[in-house]
């Protein structure tokens, strides 16, 4: 079988598997970006719609980053600790290896059928029904797809959390993963109650007054090394605490670093509660930062990736330039 079969018919299993089951559990990676999130709610608020039984959930910290307060069915998701122990049926979202799922990864172990939605090409195929297309834009655009072979219909909640996973994870239409079909998605997507200019606002716009300070802070600090052409800065804890800002609210910081016109690479490292130290790579040339991820035990995209180091942030960024 080639690669387009294959997903097809892992996708067609999946719609099987999720239409014979009594209840479904859902569940995206830790930290959960807008396609995570949008495409996790994208099928909840469907099943649902349809009288279908779905918990949905994420690890904890059981926190939503404030610039993804207008996705649809929030007030819909349980904490962590509300998933039953042993699903019959999981599905995970965007989640590319098994232990994204953190502290729900022992749910995952448990449960009888394991449905694996993910665009990674890196994705460590963890499993029962394995649904990735690497070649989609957002996990969003293999959720949209799933739902239509449930024969479920798009209700305007779903619309609106498919077209939130597309527009984060192609950089609002920007990155190369914008393809024809990317746009005729978003244009089925908009013939839906969907407040395009309300989100655009959310997502991406605003911010609290402490972060665009705490963003000043770090953008002061930033170290561009020309002849690597690697810009780089950290965040800290003790930053963090000063602004009164949380970690989760700094997500879109890596998206303003990368815009330094003298690199090609761009870092942002974010010091955890624990000490250890989240890295966001991207890569705007040739230079694939997902080898370099790898290389770390993390994963991602060509183009976007990250890892977490627990050596320090002066020795995580030695090692990032050693390895570039
Ligand atoms: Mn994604």
Not at 67 to 85: A, N
Not at 103 to 121: K, M, N, S
Not at 296 to 320: L, M, N, P, Q
């Amino acid at each position: 079988m080639n690669e387009w079969e294959d997903y097809s018919s892992a996708l067609d299993r999946a719609a099987k598997v999720i239409d014979d089951a009594e209840l479904v559990v859902l569940a995206c990676h830790v930290n959960p970006d807008g396609d995570a999130l949008g495409s996790m709610l994208a099928l909840h608020l469907a099943l649902l719609a349809a009288g279908r039984r779905s918990v949905a959930s994420f690890p904890a910290p059981f926190v939503v980053a404030p610039h993804y307060r207008e996705l649809p069915g929030l007030d819909r998701l349980v904490p962590p600790s509300e998933v039953p122990e042993a699903p019959d049926v999981m599905v995970t979202f965007d989640c590319g290896a098994m232990n994204r799922l953190a502290g729900l990864q022992p749910t995952a172990e448990r449960a009888g059928e394991l449905i694996v939605l993910d665009h990674h090409i890196s994705n460590e195929r963890y499993g029962t029904v394995n649904v990735i297309d690497s070649d989609a834009a957002a996990t969003g655009v293999v959720v949209h797809r799933l739902i239509g072979r449930l024969g479920l219909p798009l209700t305007d909640g779903s619309a609106i959390a498919l077209y939130a996973a597309l527009v984060c994870d192609t950089g609002r239409f920007q990155y190369e993963t914008t393809t024809p079909e990317v746009f005729a998605l978003a244009g089925e997507l908009v013939g839906y109650d969907v407040p395009v200019a309300r989100l655009s606002r959310t997502l991406f716009e605003e911010h609290r007054f402490a972060y665009l300070q705490l963003l000043a802070e770090a953008l002061a600090a930033a170290e561009l090394v020309r002849e690597q052409r690697f810009v780089w800065t950290a965040v800290t804890q003790e930053m963090l605490a000063r602004h009164g800002v949380a970690l989760e609210e700094i997500e879109g910081l890596i998206d303003v670093v990368r815009r330094t016109a003298e690199a090609d690479i761009a870092c942002v490292l974010k010091e955890e509660a624990d000490g250890s130290v989240k890295v966001s790579l991207r890569s705007v040339g040739d230079s694939d930062v997902r080898l370099v991820a790898s290389a770390y035990g993390g994963g991602g995209h060509r183009f976007a990736a990250g890892f977490t180091s627990t050596v320090g942030i002066a020795e995580t960024v030695d090692r990032i330039r050693a390895a570039l």
